[in-house]
């Protein structure tokens, strides 16, 4: 696994465990929801 990947799923496994959503991640980063799953998506990758 990549150090990306490890990453990713290092902070999706933080936000469940907290129970954060990506909705209210993406307020608190004053971003858009789409963005945030755009982030955490293997799409947005290089």
């Known amino acids: 696994m990549s150090q ?3 990453l990713l799923a290092t902070l999706k ?3 469940r465990m907290r129970g ?3 909705r ?3 307020e608190t ?3 858009s929801e ?3 799953k ?3 998506s ?3 990758q290089p």
């Open 38 to 40: 755009r982030l955490f």
């Open 24 to 26: 209210q991640l993406a």
């Open 20 to 22: 954060i959503t990506y």
């Open 13 to 15: 496994r933080a936000l």
């Open 29 to 31: 980063l004053e971003m």
């Open 4 to 6: 990306t990947n490890a």
């Open 34 to 36: 789409a963005s945030i």
């Open 42 to 44: 293997k799409k947005c």
